[in-house]
């Protein structure tokens, strides 16, 4: 009965001042409608209620219009998290990050790496030459720009840029290198005898010179007459002799392939590495051969292999080193039908190694 009867008595006082001050009341008693309705909502609410980035938005915006010492009574938040929302939307505003950057645009990735190969491939390129090759090619680009990119990835300017290094050269030089180095063979009674072995860098092929029990430079440089003999005309096309700092070649084992137009080219002390191809070819003689037979006498390891004449002139690979390649000829074998003909295998060293051929 109490309750009826506050309720006729509010109603009464809500339309006083629409009777008096003629207002629009309509518009009010909805947004009271809406306050109540928010207090009930939140108290049956067991947790904290949670805002999108949209209300967020809204709320901060609609803060403009109310004087904000309201701001406690209308609001579902209080104002300090209105004045929170309201800096990060200014904040955004003032955000850099994400927009375009401005001055000179970056170089692509792909004109970075022709400027790095241009400067590996050219030792001798400045960073002015490399721009105007790029230039040349249809790729304008400052030098200044050209000079960041290389100092950025570690390559010093040209004539002291470093470089070539020592697997680079003998690349680049490998058909003009013939490379020397002295190895060691053990007999059954614990003698210890000593090879000369010569490779061409270009074709693998291999030279022997010789076995003997003491290596000195006299036998050496007899070696070295051998070899440029057995060589011939394909001394024409090489430059250099590859080889350590052994006491044993002397100035007259040098003299021999100067006189030949040939540069001496000295490995550097304890660095076997320099000396690489004829350090594994070696090695291969050792596992494929040496591994396999009994040496009793110096006589024995000229058996083992074929003379040098044969190693370096036959089309198949031979004796010791059997992985060395081919040299080309101009006119190859014909090709056999393996249906009516077979290959014949022929045994070196008992089996060791095998060579086949097609029976004539």
């Known amino acids: 009965m109490i309750i009826s009867l506050l309720y006729k008595v509010a109603r009464k006082l809500l339309s006083v001042p629409g009777v008096l001050l003629r207002r629009d009341t309509a518009k009010d008693a909805e947004l009271v409608v809406l306050r109540h ?22 709320l901060a915006a609609l803060s403009r219009l109310i004087p904000r010492h309201r701001w406690r009574e209308v609001f579902p938040v209080t104002p300090g998290t209105l004045l929170a929302w309201h800096r990060r939307f200014i904040a955004a505003k003032w955000d850099y990050s994400r927009r375009a950057r401005t001055g000179r645009p970056p170089t692509r990735a792909a004109l970075k790496k022709l400027i790095l190969q241009l400067a590996r491939e050219n030792a ?3 960073h002015r030459r490399i721009q105007g090759e790029l230039a040349r090619l249809g790729h304008p680009i400052a030098a200044s720009t050209v ?16 470089g070539p290094t020592w697997r680079e050269f003998l690349t ?35 030279h022997i010179t010789g076995v003997t029990a003491h290596p000195t430079r006299e036998w050496a440089v007899q070696q070295a007459r051998n070899v440029t003999t057995d060589l011939g005309t394909r001394m024409e096309s090489l430059r250099f002799l590859l080889r350590d700092r052994d006491d044993k070649y002397g100035p007259s084992f040098d003299a021999i392939f100067q006189a030949e137009e040939m540069e001496i080219l000295k490995s550097a002390p304890r660095a076997p590495r320099m000396n690489a191809h004829c350090e594994r070819i070696i090695g291969s003689i050792r596992r494929e051969v040496l591994d396999h037979v009994l040496i009793m006498t110096k006589t024995t390891p000229g058996r083992s292999w074929p003379p040098t004449s044969s190693t370096t002139t036959s089309t198949a690979p031979t004796g010791p080193g059997t992985n060395y390649r081919p040299a080309p000829t101009s006119n190859p074998p014909p090709l056999h039908n393996l249906d009516t003909r077979k290959p014949v295998r022929t045994r070196v060293l008992g089996g060791v190694i095998n060579e086949y051929r097609y029976a004539a």
Do not use: S
């Open 172 to 206: 680049n030089q490998a058909e003009g290198i013939v490379a020397v180095d002295f190895f060691h063979l053990d007999t059954v009674l614990g003698r210890r005898l000593y090879a000369l072995a010569f490779l061409e860098h270009g074709t693998r092929r291999l």
């Open 37 to 58: 309705e928010n207090a009930v909502l939140r108290r049956q609410l067991a947790g904290p209620v949670r805002y999108e980035p949209e209300d967020r938005f809204w």
């Open 124 to 126: 001798r390129w400045g």
């Open 147 to 162: 000079w960041q990119i290389l100092h950025a990835a570690g390559i010093d300017p040209a004539p002291r840029r470093t």
